[in-house]
């Protein structure tokens, strides 16, 4: 492994951006921040990571990412407090997720240095950025992709490992009503679908249009096999409250390990509400709905935070859920954004000051 020898150049921005624009109206990864890291794959080895000001690409339009889609990405967040300190959340599970990516990809694995210096000293040059407005953050984008040339349909010699901020608000701007997938699939076993592979999304574009024709927001995804059991949703992790019990199913090849979903389940768990992490089939939520005791369905991921679900749409019927005062979904929305911001005691050891 090779690791950071020296301190990170940093070559700043001559004209800030800051002063055009709105923090108190952020839409979702629309306006970035003045700098970007960059670090490239070469000759067998990961360079020297930079930080520049935030800038176009130039690629040869031989880029293996452009034919065979060798890419992924992360999502984090960076939050300040009221005091200007910083915080990540999680931060090297997101490293881990990426080089789990990476590896399926055949894309060279990075140092964890290069990756949680890089991000520290990015956020520190950027650090004006970070929105401390209540539900908007900086949503942090690291990626990497093929930059390395050539039409033969094998690995690139050469990457490029970039992290990007956004200053963000909310990803949903309310609820969201779902389509219970009875036709494409996201993922298949053996495939990415585990992976934040870039090309898991452009899958998912197709089938999300065609719900957003028929009034649904957002897909959930069933297995490729029988279409049977409910899997995750487009961006997010799935969970279904039947009676007082919070149920979500087991991560596999097929679905992505989220920070935010084990987050949940520790958490749900140490406050005395019922965890099932177990299959879960569509004909069960169904019939919950039905007959009244499914109370709540919600997504979690880093982007939607904890994501409320209005009602679901499967066979050609709407099924609507119950408008409860005190629900799961807020609870535990606030217990994680009170962790992430520093508004509360974090007995997990999840939030990470980023100094
Ligand atoms: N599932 C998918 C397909 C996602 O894109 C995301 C978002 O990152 C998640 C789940 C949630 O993962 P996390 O909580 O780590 O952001
Ligand atoms: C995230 O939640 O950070 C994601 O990466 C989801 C993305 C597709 C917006």
Not at 311 to 326: I, S
Request: with cysteine.
């Amino acid at each position: 492994m090779n690791t950071i020898q020296s301190d990170i150049k940093i070559t700043k921005t001559k004209a800030t951006k800051i002063h055009d624009v709105d923090f108190d109206n952020l839409n979702f990864g629309k306006v970035f921040s003045d700098h970007m890291l960059v670090c490239d794959y070469k000759n067998g080895k990961w360079q020297a990571p930079e930080i520049v000001p935030y800038q176009s690409l130039t690629l040869d339009p031989s880029a293996k990412i452009f034919h065979y889609g060798q890419s992924v990405f992360e999502g984090m967040k960076a939050y300040k407090d009221s005091y200007g300190s910083i915080f990540l959340f999680r931060p090297i599970e997101n490293c881990k997720r990426l080089n789990i990516s990476s590896k399926r990809l055949a894309i060279p694995e990075l140092p964890e240095d290069y990756f949680m210096e890089g991000l520290k000293t990015l956020l520190k040059v950027d650090s004006d950025w970070i929105p401390t407005k209540e539900g908007s953050s900086l949503y942090i984008r690291p990626f990497v992709f093929a930059s390395g040339n050539g039409f033969h349909a094998s690995p690139a010699d050469e990457y490029k490992f970039i992290i990007c901020c956004a200053p963000s608000g909310a990803y949903f701007s309310g609820k969201v009503k779902v389509l219970i997938e009875e036709k494409y699939s996201r993922s298949a076993n053996g495939g990415v679908g585990f992976a934040k592979a870039g090309g898991n999304y452009a899958g998912q574009f197709y089938p999300t249009q065609l719900a957003v024709e028929k009034g649904y927001q957002q897909v959930i995804w069933t297995d490729d096999t029988n279409h049977e059991y409910i899997e995750e949703a487009g961006a997010m992790n799935i969970f279904v409250r039947i009676n007082d019990t919070l149920i979500t199913g087991p991560t596999s090849d097929r679905i992505l390990d989220g920070i935010t979903r084990k987050s949940i389940i520790e958490l749900a768990k140490s406050e005395g509400i019922p965890v099932e992490v177990r299959k879960i089939t569509v004909s069960e939520v169904v019939e919950a709905a039905k007959n009244g005791s499914l109370k709540e369905m919600f997504g979690a991921g880093t982007a939607a935070v904890v994501s409320p679900i209005s009602g679901f749409g499967y066979k050609n019927t709407d099924y609507a859920l119950p408008e409860l005062q005190d629900t799961y979904a807020n609870y535990l929305k606030k217990r994680i954004t009170d962790i992430q911001t520093n508004k509360s005691e974090d007995p997990f050891g999840w939030r990470y000051e980023v100094e």
